[in-house]
Each structure stands twice: as structure tokens, then as C-alpha cells.
């Protein structure tokens, strides 16, 4: 019956068990050894220079800011304060500090004629063509008004008028590059309970009023200048006010509370955000448009218009914390152990394909055995294996194994 059972479902169900074969090579002795001291080193280096392998990560970090702008500027003969270019104010972690402002004042609703140049007209018929267009000012009527030469003119259009003029712009404050912006930061790491601001209870209110951050001699004080920023990213005052742009300012985390909580403070580092788009042809840099209301004695309504460029500044926080845990350690001595037998594995491949011994070692490292033994046999192999026992123990040194390759003089 046993022949008529496929190979495949015999060789399948078959038990494998280890058997130990003394391989007396000085060449792959020293391979076995080296390599598994490289990765008893490997592992070493791992735990004891990088703390991820050790230690409990927090990467939760909650996180509230304030922020403060500081500085006086004057625009088209005009002193402005925070008030002025601030916006919004609540002084939260995103802010705009505006640079320059075209400013169309004594807006009312009515019909006038429009200015984008897009929307320039000979005849009525080119503005019919572009009614429902929302990308002027107002919405267009059809109407073209001429000039008194009824030559081109411009679509009238149903909105706040007069329309807005934005080719007309003023020389941008230069004042900004001296703005001082204070940040507040509190954070806390919830696994560990850990709370941490970003300057110590120790400093005082004189030293807050008149220091200035700086990565080498002042790196605990929250007071930022401008023109400080723009240096660190490499940027010219001019070069970020013809357009507007915006900035990062990065408050980095990252502490080892294995040591004393003092030594958790944090890293500043600055970007560009909108560097992606400085080849761009259209929507370069940073603007927007904020309107002021009040009614006169009429009761007709006004508005001022501001289209404002500015300097937008977005404080990212971020971080981690780690602590010294027993499971992670002991999952990484656990895991190191196990590699290190990737070394009989590499060693294995050597003998039984490269090795000048490969033929002898294939011969005793397996062996097939067949799991039907009557009990004649039985006894036969029990007394046979009594015999070779005491053979191999003048053979060999390490009892039941086998040994090949050097042989002890003293054995033959």
C-alpha cells in the first residue's frame, strides 16, 4: 500500500529534528565567531546610541501658542501701530504683519465704470459678452462708458464704487525688518504627564523687553525680529515685500526624559513656505483684502477698501519625548540573541556548497529515517547505538555529535 501513496503526501507528513555535527574548520570557525561578534556590536551601538531602540516614544504632543507684534512703521505719510497691520489680533500661531497696502477710500454701492484692464471696451456688445464674469469688481451691466473721444473705455459695472485701483501701490514699510514678534508655547506630553514652556519661570521681565533670539547666545529668549528671520532663511527685506510671502517659524521638541525635565526645551528653525511657488507665474507671494465700515450723516453707507501684502507667519510646533521602557528593551535583546544565529545559517551555506568538505558534511548533517522500526530492529539499533556511542567517544570530545575536519593524533 505504502508505494501506491503519492510522494508528495509522504514527504509531506515527515518530522525533522536538529542534529549536531562539530565542524573542526579553522576557516569557518573564524567566520562563525566574526560574524557573530559584528552583530553582538551592531546590537550594542543600537541600544546604547540610539534611544528609540529603548525607550518609550511620546509623539502626542498638545500644544497651545500666543503670540505678540511689537513695532511702530510709516505708510504713505501715516504712523501705524499694531492696530494697523496686525491681522487678525487675537495673537494667536497664525498671524499677517501687512507691508504695504493699496487703499480705495468712500466706497459706496452704485454703478461706475470698472478698472481691470481685462475689462477695457469699445462697444456695448464687448461688455454684453462678459456679463456673469465674477473677477472684477463689480458685476457688469453692458454697458460700455466711453471716454468723451468715444474711444476705449471701460464696462460699467453694479458694486462698491469706485472700483478698486490696484496698480497703485506705496513703497512698502521698512520698519518691518526691525518688528519684534514674542512667542508664548506651552506644551505637554500626555503619556508621561510632562508640561514645558518655551522659556524657564527665571527669566525676568527686563530680560524679556530687551532680548533678542539667538541660536548661540540667546537661545531661551521668545522675541524674534524680523529682519533676524529673514536671515536665517536667506531672504532680502525687498525680496519678500514686492509680493508678500509666507514663513514658518518651527518650535521642535525633542526630549529624553530619562534626564532631569530641565533639559527639555526646545529648537527654532525657520522656512519659507511658499518657496514652492516662487517660479510660479501666477499667485505669487501674499495678499488679501479687509474693508472698514461707518455710515455718514445720511445713512448712506461707506467702506474703505485695503488690499493688503504682508509677511504671513505660521508657528508649527512639534516633538517627541522618550523614556527609558523594559519592553522595548527587552524585545531588542531578545531579537539581537535570535540574529545571532543568522550565523549558522551563513556559516551552513558555506559548508554544504562551497566548502571542499560540502559532501561530507551533507552526509552527516542529514539523514533519513524511516518511522516504521519493528521491535528486532529496535533492539538491533538500540545495541548498535550503544556500540557507535563508544566508538564516537573515542572519536569525538562532544558526546552526541559528530565531528569532521581536524582530528586529535591522540584518537587514531
Keep these: 500500500m505504502a508505494h501506491r501513496v503519492p510522494r ?40 546604547f ?3 528609540k531602540g529603548h525607550q518609550q516614544r511620546d509623539t502626542g504632543i498638545e500644544s497651545a501658542v500666543m503670540s505678540k507684534v511689537k513695532g511702530l512703521g510709516k505708510f504713505n505719510n501715516r504712523v501705524m501701530d499694531v492696530a494697523d497691520y496686525v491681522v487678525p489680533s487675537q495673537g494667536g500661531s497664525s498671524f499677517s504683519v501687512i507691508t504695504s497696502m493699496v487703499i480705495t477710500a468712500n466706497q459706496t454701492q452704485g454703478r461706475c465704470p470698472e478698472t481691470d484692464p481685462k475689462f477695457k471696451c469699445t462697444t456695448d456688445d464687448e461688455c454684453m459678452a462678459k456679463l456673469g464674469s465674477n473677477l472684477g469688481n463689480g458685476i457688469i451691466t453692458g454697458t460700455c462708458l466711453n471716454n468723451n473721444n468715444e474711444t476705449t473705455g471701460w464696462c460699467e459695472i453694479e458694486g462698491w464704487c469706485p472700483a478698486e485701483d490696484d496698480t497703485v501701490s506705496g ?18 506630553f500626555p503619556l508621561f504627564n510632562v508640561t514645558r514652556g518655551n522659556f524657564p519661570s527665571s527669566l525676568n521681565q527686563s ?20 529682519g533676524d528671520i529673514l536671515r536665517h532663511i536667506n531672504q532680502s527685506f525687498d ?17 529624553n526624559l530619562d534626564y532631569n525635565v530641565m533639559y527639555c526645551n526646545p ?17 505669487k507671494g501674499y495678499n488679501f483684502r479687509f474693508a472698514k465700515y461707518y455710515q455718514s450723516e445720511d445713512g448712506t453707507e461707506h467702506r474703505t477698501l485695503h488690499k493688503a501684502k504682508a509677511i504671513r507667519f505660521e508657528i508649527i510646533v512639534s516633538g517627541n519625548a522618550g523614556k527609558f521602557s523594559t519592553v522595548p528593551f527587552l524585545i531588542n535583546l531578545v531579537a539581537a540573541f535570535t540574529s545571532v544565529g543568522l550565523a549558522t545559517v551563513f556559516c551552513d551555506i558555506i559548508l554544504l556548497n562551497f566548502h571542499k568538505g560540502a559532501d561530507e558534511y551533507k552526509a552527516k548533517k542529514f539523514e533519513e529515517v524511516s518511522g516504521i522500526v519493528s521491535e528486532s530492529a529496535n533492539n538491533r539499533l538500540y545495541e548498535g547505538s550503544q556500540m557507535s556511542l563508544k566508538a564516537l567517544e573515542k572519536r569525538s570530545n562532544d558526546s552526541g555529535t559528530f565531528s569532521i575536519g581536524r582530528q586529535d593524533p591522540s584518537n587514531q
Design 267 to 283: 529648537n527654532y528653525f525657520f522656512t519659507r513656505l511658499d518657496a514652492a511657488f516662487k517660479n510660479s507665474a501666477a499667485s
Design 171 to 188: 513703497k512698502p514699510m521698512k520698519e518691518v525688518e526691525n518688528f519684534t514678534i514674542f512667542v508664548k508655547n506651552s506644551i505637554r
Design 239 to 255: 525680496s519678500i515685500t514686492d509680493k508678500g510671502g509666507e514663513i514658518g517659524i518651527n518650535i521642535n521638541w525633542k526630549c
Design 207 to 226: 530680560y524679556i523687553q530687551s532680548c533678542h533670539y539667538d541660536s548661540v547666545d540667546d537661545p531661551f529668549c521668545p522675541i524674534f525680529k524680523v
Design 49 to 51: 546610541m540610539h534611544e
Design 8 to 47: 508528495f503526501i509522504t514527504d509531506f507528513f515527515v518530522y525533522e529534528t536538529a542534529k549536531s555535527v562539530v565542524v573542526k574548520s579553522w576557516s569557518v570557525g573564524i567566520i562563525n565567531r566574526v560574524v557573530q561578534l559584528l552583530i553582538i556590536l551592531y546590537f550594542i551601538c543600537w541600544v
